[in-house]
Structures are given as structure tokens and as C-alpha cells.
């Protein structure tokens, strides 16, 4: 079975240039998560989804994040205008909803914005 | 405040021996879940094992136990016979309800180097 995939895996971009992280989960899982992985924070989860609806979107830094999920195989992260600072290890989860929920995670996007 | 606490940043251990990663956490619900993820240099996360609160027998899969200890609340993941390949960060978890809906909390990774 495929797990979750993630597009691209690796991103350089220049500052100021607008960013699009890709994710399809895992088929019938339906709930959809957005992670940013960086040494000086860890884990931070920045948006999830149920059922295609997002449920908490608290830990988007800022506007210039933004989250959708137009169905239930395919989701987006954007960053417009990407910044220095926004350079991270991106992750997307997905989960079944069953009892146990566990939360199984892409291969990650290495972001770099120069 | 701090729900999940990994008090080891790093550990090295010696090839075939047994490995305990500590992990403490804070909760008030009575339902919740306990996970540890494994994440390599490669950067994936792992999922390694699972643990309910309501679950009387301690979880293991293959080399992977999870000593639950829910009085102290408690969670370590224990590695029996370790190996080269179980250098890597690891990450207890546990799952907080909000409402209908549900947050993992993570912990900040114990980094475990297996010495050969």
C-alpha cells in the first residue's frame, strides 16, 4: 500500500517567491495534517483536516501560510512570500480516524528559502 | 506547560544491549493515547508503537516495548538487543482530545547513538 507522498522532497527557493507543498494521504484516511520540523522548535503542527474541512489552523505562523484540501486525496501547503525563516522540514500525516488514530507521516518536504 | 517530558536528549549504548528511553506526561483526560516515532537522519517519521490509556497489557511490537506505568504516568519505550540501525531520534507522543477532535502532543526527541 502507498503511504503518504509528498511533492517535491527537497525546495530552494529565493526569498519573496511563493512556495506550494503538496501532500496525498493515505487512501481512506480522513483526517490530513500539516507539520513544520525545525532544530530550534521541533514538532510544530500548523493545520489539520477532517474530512477535507479544516478543524484547527492556530499554528499557521501567519498569513502568509496557507492550507487547503479541495478533496480527500490531495491537500496543499502555501507560503506566499516565502521568507528565510519559513526554511524547514514540512510534513504531512494522515490518519484513519479509528480508535487508536495514529498519525502516519510523508517523507517530509526540505524547504530552503535563500 | 510541558504535557510531554523527555528527560534524555541523548543516549549512547553499546551494540546488543537494551535500551530505555524516557518519556512523562500530563493529562487530566482519562482517555488518551501513547505513541513513539523513530525518525533516522533520512528524516521520515516512524511509527513504532501504540499505547491506551485503557489497556492493561503493555504493547509491544518485535524489539519495541512500551513500559506503561499510568499511576507515574509514565511511557517508556524500551529496545531490546539494539542495533547499528536504531541510531536515530525518538519521539513520544501522546494523543490529547480537544473537544470532537484530537492533537498530538510531542515531546522534544531523545537522540539514541548505538555504538558498535
Known amino acids: 500500500d502507498a503511504g503518504v507522498i509528498q511533492s517535491p522532497r527537497h525546495e530552494v527557493t529565493e526569498m519573496g517567491q511563493e512556495v506550494t507543498l503538496r501532500c496525498k494521504p493515505i487512501s481512506g484516511h480522513n483526517s490530513l495534517f500539516w507539520y513544520r520540523q525545525t532544530m530550534m522548535r521541533g514538532l510544530e503542527l500548523l493545520i489539520y483536516?477532517?474530512?477535507?474541512?479544516?478543524?484547527?489552523d492556530s499554528g499557521m505562523p501567519e498569513d502568509r501560510f496557507s492550507a487547503k484540501m479541495p478533496n480527500a486525496s490531495f491537500s496543499t501547503l502555501k507560503i506566499q512570500p516565502s521568507e528565510p525563516r519559513d526554511s524547514a522540514v514540512y510534513f504531512c500525516?494522515?490518519?484513519?480516524?479509528?480508535?487508536?488514530?495514529?498519525?502516519?507521516f510523508g517523507p517530509g518536504t526540505r524547504l530552503l528559502v535563500l | 506547560a510541558q504535557k510531554i517530558t523527555q528527560t534524555q536528549p541523548g543516549m549512547f549504548v553499546q551494540e546488543k544491549e537494551a535500551v530505555t528511553l524516557d518519556c512523562t506526561y500530563d493529562?487530566?483526560?482519562?482517555?488518551?493515547?501513547l505513541f513513539w516515532y523513530k525518525q533516522p537522519s533520512s528524516g521520515e517519521m516512524i511509527f513504532l508503537i501504540y499505547?491506551?490509556?485503557?489497556d492493561e497489557q503493555n504493547a509491544t511490537e518485535g524489539r519495541y516495548s512500551l513500559n506503561f506505568q499510568k499511576a507515574r504516568k509514565s511511557a517508556n519505550l524500551v529496545i531490546s538487543a539494539s542495533q547499528l540501525g536504531d541510531s536515530a531520534m525518538y519521539f513520544c507522543?501522546?494523543?490529547?482530545?480537544?473537544?470532537?477532535?484530537?492533537?498530538?502532543?510531542w515531546g522534544a526527541g531523545t537522540k539514541l547513538i548505538i555504538k558498535p
Open positions: 483536516f477532517n474530512n477535507n474541512v479544516p478543524i484547527d
Open positions: 499505547q491506551g490509556s485503557y
Open positions: 500525516a494522515s490518519s484513519s480516524g479509528d480508535l487508536q488514530e495514529t498519525q502516519y
Open positions: 507522543a501522546m494523543r490529547e482530545h480537544q473537544g470532537s477532535n484530537y492533537q498530538l502532543i
Open positions: 493529562t487530566s483526560d482519562q482517555s488518551y493515547g
